[in-house]
């Protein structure tokens, strides 16, 4: 499969068919030119051909293909804006004697110059292991005349000449990792919710703004950046709401248009943070001419990795808009740049968990002062009254803690 290396220079193709719009096809290959530049290429050429249906061998016509051929160098990378069979891309790549890969495989390569942690790295190489097997039969002579691969930066070190089953084993052994990571995720989980602290997850676009957000409303410094697909690796932080009451909010990775379904499922590890969230806040920006389609691709993979949870949508950016966005409660519009709006988004956050809150009264002998000390640690305290006894608390509770320390309530 072929290699990206950063002084390539790209030419972008799609396919436009006729019930896809002028504006859908340029949107998605100005996206796709996005990558390419985040993957370090130099995009030169964009390059789209209207037909009714993709043609079976080439995907384009095989007169469009060689029309392309003519304009390429040495230095040249080809790249399909949808997914191509492996036999298309090794027809493609012989006919035009350049490398020729699709947007997934793209997005495969910036996630591997992306991943940092071990769980990352284990994730963004099940990922290319899965998306390559099925393509080793049929691209025999594109692979062994172009040697090197994808998989080949960071941590998919995998030579493509190895028979399946290595690479067979190897996924198996990944999966075998990524489930015992699973389960470490699953106990730290279990350990958050048996504290009864709600979480609270950022998704949305990629880019939308989520880490800055992230930042902004709990005070700790995460990555950010003007790329694609910052962040990798959930992180989660505490943010406090008001006084005595505070939720875990975590970041998330970025969604995508024709996010690969290789990738999902690789991700299903990182994506579990969103499932079991007792909130999700969907950060969109607002700012972008897409955003309404992106807030839709990112409502479809929602629904996709069978996420349910109720929403709060955060209209991100709205500095950087000029005219005034109409937005229904409990939805906020802000900025996680200057800051505004943050107040009110945190007091919607507040008002969300409230509605599950009630006061009431406690008495802890002094036998259970730990039980006593669960609650200061996750209810807004009221009062608190020493006895000889023990301790007599009136706290404001969630549904959890109320029915936790049940046998206290006075
Ligand atoms: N003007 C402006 N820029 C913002 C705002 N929020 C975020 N940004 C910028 O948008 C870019 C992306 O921000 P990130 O916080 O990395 O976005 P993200 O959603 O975490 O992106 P990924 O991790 O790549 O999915 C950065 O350059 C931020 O500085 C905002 O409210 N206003
Ligand atoms: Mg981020």
């Not at 436009?16 to 996005?34: G, N, P, R, T």
């Not at 790329?227 to 990798?232: C, E, P, R, S």
């Not at 897409?290 to 949508?313: D, Y």
């Amino acid at each position: 499969m072929p290699e990206i290396n950063e002084t390539q220079n790209a030419y972008l193709v799609a396919l436009q068919q006729s019930f896809q719009s002028d504006w859908e096809v340029a949107d998605s290959l100005a996206e796709l030119a996005d990558l390419a530049r985040d993957a370090g290429l130099n995009v030169v050429e964009t390059i789209v051909q209207r037909r009714s249906h993709p043609e079976p061998g080439t995907f384009i016509g095989r007169g469009k293909a060689l029309e392309i051929a003519e304009m390429l160098d040495d230095s040249s990378i080809v790249i399909f804006d949808d997914e191509l069979t492996p036999a298309q891309q090794g027809t493609l790549s012989d006919l035009m004697d350049a490398p020729v890969l699709d947007r997934t495989q793209l997005i495969l390569d910036i996630f591997a110059q992306r991943a940092r942690s071990n769980e990352g790295k284990i994730q963004v190489e099940l990922a290319q292991l899965s998306y390559l097997l099925p393509r080793l039969t049929g691209m025999g002579k594109a692979l062994s005349r172009l040697g090197g691969g994808i998989g080949t930066r960071g941590p998919g070190e995998t030579k493509l000449e190895t028979d399946r089953r290595r690479i067979r084993r190897r996924i198996s052994d990944l999966r075998r990792e990524l489930e015992k990571i699973k389960q470490t995720r699953g106990l730290q989980r279990q350990h958050r919710s048996s504290t009864e602290v709600p979480v609270v997850a950022l998704v949305g676009y990629t880019n939308a703004g989520k880490s800055t957000l992230l930042q902004a409303l709990t005070g700790s410094e995460v990555f950010v950046a003007d790329q694609l697909f910052a962040t990798l690796d959930p992180t989660i932080r505490r943010w406090d709401l008001t006084e005595g009451r505070w939720v875990y909010l975590t970041d998330t990775v970025g969604f995508i248009r024709k996010l690969p379904h290789t990738l999902v499922a690789a991700f299903q590890a990182t994506l579990e943070e969103v499932v079991y969230a007792d909130l999700l806040l969907h950060v969109i920006d607002a700012s972008h001419p897409q955003s309404r389609e992106q807030k839709e691709a990112v409502e479809e993979v929602l629904k996709e990795i069978g996420a349910a949870q109720p929403i709060i949508a955060v209209y991100n950016k709205v500095d950087l808009v000029d005219h005034p966005l109409e937005v229904r409660p409990p939805d906020q519009a802000v900025s996680a740049k200057t800051g505004y709006n943050l107040d009110r988004l945190t007091a919607a956050v507040y008002e969300f968990f409230a509605q599950q809150y009630s006061v009431r009264e406690y008495f802890f002998p002094f036998s259970e002062l730990g039980q006593a000390s669960i609650l200061r640690a996750h209810a807004t305290i009221l009062g608190e009254e020493f006895t000889d006894q023990g301790v007599a608390i009136k706290a404001e509770v969630d549904a959890r803690l109320e029915s936790l320390l049940q046998p206290f309530q006075k």
